[in-house]
């Protein structure tokens, strides 16, 4: 019997034992439930049950020129069906917009390459791969909760044993900091993003302490690598890595990718620049109102049983004005609007780029990053680190910013010369600092203990917690994963099956 040369997967609830008597039922029964429990998680997510109503989802599917009707009990037939590839077209799709309804789907039966047994079936192929990304897409914008979606997810396509697949990709830590260094901690990884590139048919690893010599070692079997933003690959790792093709940083900043060597090696950065800036810039604003009305000091005085609300006079951020430098880019594009319209401040923008603003808005553009520094009562950073960026913001800068303003850094903490920010707070030149970034992650270097460590509300720092949320992971890690999917077959050439 021929095996199939993909990952197998199984379809949900329908594994049975190959046999050569009852085979065209069995696998009849496999190709129609792979296609049934795909199309009818996909109606479930979208209103097909009670609590989404509203989609009357997909009516009849076609196998081999015989109806489906309504996903209905399946029966034996007589037609004789090979153990390959079939073409299976779905019609009469409704209020499903995210479906390729009247196209083909393939579905492979997938078998044990030992002994035959027949496994399951998988929806395979660019319409497949559309359909598995939509409904991921689905999921989030209904709000869907991972676990909710994981439900879904794993009803129709749950992983067995990978058979062969020419494409290998190491997911070093999709939604996971891969451990590098001693000390470095790991988070667990929801399978959103990695079901979108198996169902595509990449052989991934999904690794969890991996220091860098392993990585090294590592690196050289795959053609593409995940990571996020502590995971460095530098250039003796490029060197390395003898077949990789893409390297995808499943965020914005690429300063832990040496970005130049890979392009040197023919290698492909990716990055997710769109993802997190709801995110980030809903903790920009936090920090913004946390220091203007010492929300953190407060809180820390309750808890030690001290009522010092004499102590406690702030600020409104209504009318203030803020300098917002990188205001072009899509984080700082996301803080101007909701300074604007959600608390009437006075946005002042500096960029090195042409601007692009919102429709229905208006910024006024300094002509020179002195000049914003000078006029700002809040001053707020929003460009990438670069060899150009470095200590943008240097000694010389930051003491021509107003007596007692604020200076808000949510980007990458080299980009200020952080020894003169301390200084400038222990002399209250600057009010305070909300501060999500540090020269080391975390701290150990003393001047900057002791910036984080200033009493009395004058900073509040986070430990770089700016797309550390549901919504920002999942957006990173589909939008990185799809591209893969839609993208990677372009880039890497892939041997013919043996």
Known sequence: MATSASNVYAAGDCIETYDRITHRHVFFQLATTAVRQALVAGTNAAGGNAKYPGSTGVTTVKLFGLEVASFGPTTAISEKLDIHPVSVRVTGSTRLPYYPGGKDLTVKLLADPKDGRLLGAQLVGEEGATLRANFVSLAGHLGL?????EKIETCYSPPLAPVWDPVTIAAQALLRKLQVSKGLGSRPVPTLELGILRAAGFRVDDRA???RTELVDLISNYEI??????????AGM???????????RAGVGLDNIDVEAAR?????VWNTPGAPSTSVAEL???????LLRKIPFADQEMKAGRWIKNQLMGEELQGKKV?????????????????TVGFQAEVLGYDVVKPRGVPGLSYEF?????ELLQQSEIVTIHVPYTPQTHHLLDGKRLAMMRRGSYLINTSRADIVDGPSLLELLRQGQLAGAGLDVFHLEPPVDEWEKALVSLTNGATVATCHIGAQTNQAQRRESVELAQKIVSEASKTIVQPPRT
């Open 323 to 339: 300098g917002v430098i990188g205001r072009a880019g899509r984080i700082g594009n996301e803080v101007s609007r909701i300074l």
């Open 145 to 149: 909760s991972v676990e909710e979606f």
């Open 238 to 248: 490029i060197k390395a890595a003898r077949k990789l093709k893409i390297v995808g």
């Open 264 to 268: 040197d090696n023919g290698i492909q």
């Open 284 to 290: 920009t604003v936090g920090l913004i109102l946390s």
């Open 209 to 211: 302490g991996v220091d």
């Open 366 to 370: 300094t002509e020179s990053i002195e």
């Open 225 to 234: 690598v995940i990571v996020r933003g502590r995971t460095r690959i530098d």
